[in-house]
């Protein structure tokens, strides 16, 4: 018998309120040529037992005898798959029906991508539709440039060509954000996208990450921004780190100062990229200025001084510079 062409992978710790719903919306797949490859990760639940009561011979479940955390899972769940193509999903999210099929579909016809993701919509833990949603419309020759500010990918939404992952694990050192770093390689390698549609309904765990939590995925991310600049030859400093943090978060900027080092930090990437040619340069400066757009919206408390510096920068003025409809040269 020859093996299925997709490997779907769930780690699961004690989501039994969740763990039937997630399992069942991949058995109603279109695309049936699959295996379920499901790993207990010590649950003190009924997670078992629920796992059990599905009748279906794609699911191949496996345990750890003791909790050793989701990146030891993921990578024991690559280790096991046998698919050319390869599927994450956490056990608390529900995938709508097509979403393999259509995936499969676009890798199977576009060789050079070695992921693809999708839109996502949000659910709270009873499974009620919550406003907003994640349109991620950008296109592949920008989403290498997005990385270097944020993650564009949410796991459960991707589909990765198994070569393209083989070549990386789950870091140990990143349990709080193995997705983005695994992204950000495979971006680095590949051609990646999001597909433009709905393909997931992302739980959303109100109060689910402490401030501890948060504070450490912070500090991942900050070495995740400090991988990628080094490409750039930027070895960060803190202080510049930090600046880039703020870049990508919801905090406010409340001083002109903070604003104007801001700008700075933003035209040096710009600088080191137009020469070393990390990034499609084009791209790059599109992403830094719809950086420099949130960033000023957060200043919006400095009123005059803000719109003065958003329209005299020279971050505006490359943008305009590279994506005026008259230039020949673009």
Known sequence: MSPPLLSIIIPTYNSEQFL??????????????????????????SSKSIIESFNDTRIKYYENKKNKGIVFTRNYGLQLAKGDYVGMIDSDDIVYPEKFEEQITFLEKNKDFGMVGSWVKFIDVEGKRLSGSWKLNAPP???PSIMLFNNYFVQSAVLS????????????DFPTAQDYLMWVEVTQNYKTWNLPKYMLDYRVHKGGITEKHKE???????????MQLKRLEINATDKELELHSLIKDDRPITQINTLKSIEE???KIISKNKTLKVYDH????????????KVCNKSSSLHFLMLYKLISSQILINFIKNYNPFNKKL
């Not at 399992?23 to 790993?39: A, D, P, V």
């Not at 450490?216 to 400090?226: A, D, G, M, T, Y």
């Open 20 to 45: 039937s719903q997630t399992i069942q919306s991949i058995l109603n797949q279109t695309y049936k040529n699959f295996e379920l490859i499901i790993i207990n990760d010590g649950s003190t639940d």
């Open 141 to 143: 020759e920008m989403i």
């Open 161 to 172: 060509r198994r070569e393209s992952i083989s070549r990386f694990t789950f870091k140990v």
């Open 216 to 226: 450490v995925r912070s500090e991942k991310e900050k070495e995740i921004f400090r």
């Open 265 to 267: 930090w933003l035209l």
């Open 282 to 293: 084009r791209m790059l400066t599109k992403v830094v200025y719809n950086r420099w757009l």
